[in-house]
Structures are given as structure tokens and as C-alpha cells.
């Protein structure tokens, strides 16, 4: 259809007959949904050359087109070069950049873009602080959010309930329950009305931070206020019932409100739906999604999503797999982290085969992989052995412009030291510092771990010194490990020089550390000190332990 579409605007051309923005629109759109970027490029060229010229409504859907596609330098130079023909980005245009750098993990980078639109003199809208608020709150940073959330006045703009949404809900998920309510009461005497999500995130909150009596007020004083619709408050009834564990109690109250022909929001079906899935019970799950089809309610993203959590979770993937063919067959959402869960469920049994083929899968339907799964991919990659194939899938993500964390490139070197390519697992480890990301306890373990199994002591002994330059505190696996390469080299007194480190640092060897030296000094010939260690070892309590260790001895 679309080589059709191409040949007719050919023989326009040659008859001398302008073609329509509209629909030369609608086959940028169809040239951008299939990746063809030659011919949209050269699309593109002709309208400005020869007419209609491109206005500002088909640019951003040229920029929205590439930004979902995670080509977003493309996206960004295209806004550089159409300055040229004297296209000026409008408020639209940044909130597309914008929005594609926060879903892609790059907040910082949306919140350079923000700063940009204003220098310009674009007035930044209610969406572009939605946006950024929201993706620095997901990212744990939640005192940046803030700063921008208390900005939004400066810029000649409201807050509104969304945004204290994402700010509540970052101050949840980061702990500071305090905050977040303080936050609400400003919400409040601020005149902004909360909403269903505004109740869901404070009084889950304040229940899982075991505030109990003060989500029980909030839920009270909610239930007494005439702030929501009916509608929403049958929604926060049920899934209190759910937080507070009474998922059988939420599913009858919900069924004895449809049989009374009461109005029901689709929140209240997905939260028992999400309940019943967390605690493995996927054929109640099934049964309350029967339940809403049969009442009239299309599923939501959120829906499958959790769906397909539950049947994963059981290993029940065949399940799983047909469930998502069958919701797209149906033209029901599905969304990236449906796909997700379901190529995690792969990986986590060694299914890299169909995990593969899912993956392809999701790129062939249209649908980008997100930052969350080219993690699950990698990580499953990786600890599957088929390193090579997570560092590929890596490179693309980069390709992509997507940001990998601390857990990725973890993973990766995890992986390359376990398979002996220790080299590339260093470069690996110089890379992540570049990009301003310091290696994390576990990534330094790994490391020292890879440096031991080669015997390079010195290189194991740099790094280790390393992690206290960069202000990380060793743990008790960072010292077994050291003292296991040391005995390994028959240097007891290496080793004895890190377990003396142990009880300095304020750690307790473990029995991993009692083995690994008992170990070294059998091998070393130095069985007094071999039944000494054991007796230190009885000593601290680890009587059934030491049947093992006490074999060893005896042989």
C-alpha cells in the first residue's frame, strides 16, 4: 500500500499537481510505522523543495515519529536543521524531545532540553513539568523533582493534582512517607482537589510504611468527604481491602456492587486483579478479568501487564504467551512491559530460544523496547553464559540513545569475568566510570573476584583500595573473596592480614570465611592451624558447619 501511495504522488508530480499536506502526513506516518527512513527521507526533501512545505504540525510528527522509534539525535538534528527553513519548535515539538528523554531514562538530559525551550523564549507548559517531574520521581530522584515542582509558579503556571501525584508518589517509594503527607496537606490548603490516584498512593503508602491508624484516617476522612465521584470511591474501598490483604473480602464487595447496578471504574477490577497475581492466584485473577469483559470494560495496558506477571511468576509461560496473542488478535493494549514480563519469565527458566524470539517479536509489532527491557534482556543473556550475545544487544541499546545503569553494565561484567574475559570486563568497568556511573559494591566484588581467579593479586589488591577512594565500604563477600585468592596462592599471611581487616571494619567473618581459610591451610600443610581455625569456628556456634570442615580435617 504504501509503494502504491509513493507512485501516485510520483505521477502527481509529473502532471504538475500539488498534493495535500494531509495526505502527504498520513505517508510520512506509514513510512515512519515501518523504519523507512530513506524514502522518508527523501519525502521529507520534496515537500520542502517542491511544496506543500512542511508546517509545524508535520514536523512534530516527523520528530514524534523518530522519538518513538529511539532515534532521538535524528529527532534532535531535524529540529536544528528545519531552523533553517525557518521552522520554529513550539511548545509541542520540545514536550515530544522532552518526553522521549525521560521515558528513555535521561532525565537529566529532558531537564537541559526544558532550559533550552526558555533561553528560546518557549514558555514551558503544565505537560512538560508533568513530564519531567514524573521521570526524575521514577528515577529516585526526588529532591531535583521537587526543586522543579516548586518552580512551576516562576513560569506562570498552576500545579495541578497530577503533578503532587508524582511528587507523593516519589516520596512513597523513596521512604519519606512524612513527605509525602505533608505534601497532601499543602495540596489541600493549595485548593487542589485529589483524586483516586492522590488516596492510592497515600494510603498504600502509609499502610506498607506501617503508618496504619494515619492511612486509616486518610481513608476515613476520604470515604466522608464529597471530593470523588461514587465511581472512585467504590475504587479506593476495594483496593484498601487489598492492601490490608482481604482480596477475597474486595472481590465480593466488588461483585455485590455490580449486582446492585452500581457505576464501577476499571481501577477496581486491575487492583484485585494485581492482588490476587502478586500472591500467585492467577485463576482468580482470570476470573475477575472474565468478570469486567462480561460488565462491558475494555482491559487496560495495566491489566495484561499483571495478568501476565502471574502467569509467569507460576512458569506457566505457554499460558502466558497465549494470553498475549490472543489480547492482540483482539486489538486489546498491550504494552511494553507486558512483553517484558513475559521475556523475563523466558529468561529466568533458560528459555533463550523463545526469549529471543519474543524480542523480535516486540520489535516486528511496532512496539520499542524501553530501558527495562534491554535490562531484563541482558541480565538474562548474560547469566544464561551467552555473554556475546548481552553485550550485542547492548551495543543497540546504545545505538538507540537509551542509558544503561549501574545494573547493566554489573551484569556485563559479571558475565565476562565468569566466562575468563577479564580484559573486557575492565573495559567494561572504565567505560561506566566515563559515563559518570561509579561502580557499586557488587560490581567491585566481581572484579576483585575476576583479578583473584587469575591470580592477579596486585590488580585484586588496586581495586579493592579503589572502592574506598570512591567511598564504597567493603562487605564480608569482598573479604572472602580476597582471603580465598590469597589462600588459593598459598599466601597465609595474606590472608591473615584480611581477616584481620574483618574484625577492624566491623564485620564478622562468616562460614564462607572459615571454610575458605580451613581450606587454604589444609592445602598449605598447615593442619594446626586447620584445627584451630575449626575451633574458632565452634566457638562462634556453627556446631553443624563443622561436620563439614571437620571431614576435610580428619581426611
Known amino acids: ?32 510505522r515501518v523504519g523507512d527512513f530513506s524514502n522518508l527521507w527523501k519525502l521529507f526533501r520534496d515537500m520542502i523543495s517542491r511544496g506543500p512545505f512542511p508546517s509545524d504540525k508535520s514536523v512534530n510528527v516527523v520528530l514524534l515519529g523518530f522519538c518513538r522509534k529511539g532515534h532521538l539525535t535524528i ?166 481491602m487489598c492492601w490490608a490483604g482481604q482480596i477475597d473480602e474486595a472481590e465480593e464487595l466488588l461483585r455485590d456492587i455490580l449486582e446492585k447496578g452500581e457505576p464501577v471504574n476499571l481501577t477496581a477490577f486491575n487492583t484485585i486483579i494485581a492482588a490476587y497475581g502478586k500472591v500467585g492466584m492467577h485463576d482468580k485473577a482470570h476470573e475477575i478479568y472474565q468478570l469486567m469483559t462480561r460488565f462491558g470494560l475494555s482491559p487496560s495496558s495495566s491489566t495484561s501487564s499483571s495478568l501476565l506477571l502471574g502467569l509467569s511468576k507460576k512458569g506457566r509461560l505457554q499460558e502466558a504467551r497465549g ?77 538507540r540513545e537509551l542509558v544503561p545503569n549501574t545494573y547493566i553494565y554489573s551484569t556485563l561484567i559479571s558475565g565476562f569475568c565468569d566466562c575468563g574475559k577479564l580484559k573486557q570486563a575492565v573495559t567494561l568497568e572504565r567505560e561506566m566510570r566515563q559515563r559518570g556511573l561509579l561502580p557499586d559494591v557488587v560490581t567491585s566484588n566481581v572484579i576483585i573476584d575476576g583479578y583473584c581467579k587469575h591470580g592477579k593479586l596486585k590488580s585484586a589488591m588496586d581495586a579493592y583500595m579503589d572502592m574506598h577512594r570512591i567511598g564504597l565500604t567493603p562487605d564480608i563477600v569482598t573479604y572472602n573473596t580476597l582471603i580465598n585468592g590469597y589462600c588459593k596462592a598459598f599466601d597465609m599471611a595474606g590472608a591473615d592480614k584480611f581477616m584481620n581487616e574483618i574484625y577492624a571494619s566491623g564485620w564478622n567473618p562468616d562460614i564462607t570465611t572459615f571454610n575458605i581459610r580451613i581450606h587454604g591451610f589444609c592445602c598449605s600443610r598447615k593442619m594446626s592451624r586447620a584445627v584451630m581455625t575449626l575451633d574458632e569456628l565452634a566457638a562462634a556456634g556453627n556446631a553443624r558447619e563443622n561436620l563439614m570442615v571437620g571431614a576435610e580435617i580428619k581426611g
Open 1 to 32: 500500500m504504501i509503494e502504491e501511495a509513493v507512485r501516485i504522488l510520483i505521477r502527481m508530480r509529473e502532471m504538475s499537481l500539488m498534493p495535500s499536506e494531509s495526505a502527504m502526513v498520513i505517508l510520512l506516518k506509514s513510512l515512519l
Open 75 to 240: 529527532a534532535e538534528n531535524l529540529c536544528h536543521v528545519m531552523g533553517k527553513f525557518g521552522f520554529k519548535p513550539d511548545v509541542y515539538s520540545y514536550n515530544i524531545l522532552i518526553g522521549a528523554y525521560c521515558t528513555g531514562g535521561r532525565a537529566l538530559v529532558a531537564i537541559n532540553w526544558v532550559y533550552l525551550m526558555i533561553e528560546r523564549g518557549c514558555r514551558p507548559s503544565n505537560v512538560t513539568f508533568n513530564t519531567v517531574i514524573s521521570a526524575l520521581c521514577k528515577d529516585g530522584n526526588v529532591a531535583r523533582a521537587r526543586q522543579f515542582f516548586d518552580s512551576v509558579p516562576e513560569m506562570g503556571l498552576t500545579r495541578n493534582t497530577f503533578m503532587y501525584n508524582s511528587l507523593m508518589d516519589g516520596y512513597v517509594k523513596s521512604g519519606e512517607i512524612l513527605q509525602a503527607n505533608m505534601l497532601y496537606e499543602e495540596m489541600r490548603s493549595n485548593g487542589i482537589s485529589p483524586d483516586c490516584v492522590t488516596f492510592n498512593i497515600l494510603v498504600g503508602g502509609n499502610y506498607k510504611s506501617g503508618r496504619e491508624e494515619y492511612g486509616d484516617r486518610l481513608f476515613k476522612d476520604m470515604l466522608a468527604s464529597n471530593l470523588l465521584p461514587k465511581s472512585s470511591l467504590y475504587d479506593i474501598t476495594v483496593a484498601g
Open 323 to 399: 494470553l498475549l496473542y490472543d489480547m492482540m488478535e483482539r486489538g486489546l493494549p498491550v504494552n511494553k512491559m507486558g512483553f517484558t514480563v513475559l521475556l523475563d519469565g523466558y529468561l529466568r527458566v533458560g528459555d533463550i530460544t523463545r526469549a529471543q524470539s519474543l524480542w523480535d517479536e516486540m520489535e516486528l509489532t511496532g512496539i520499542s523496547p524501553d530501558a527495562v527491557a534491554f535490562s531484563a534482556y541482558i541480565n538474562g543473556l548474560s547469566k544464561a553464559g551467552f555473554v556475546e550475545e548481552a553485550y550485542e544487544i547492548f551495543q543497540e541499546m546504545l545505538r
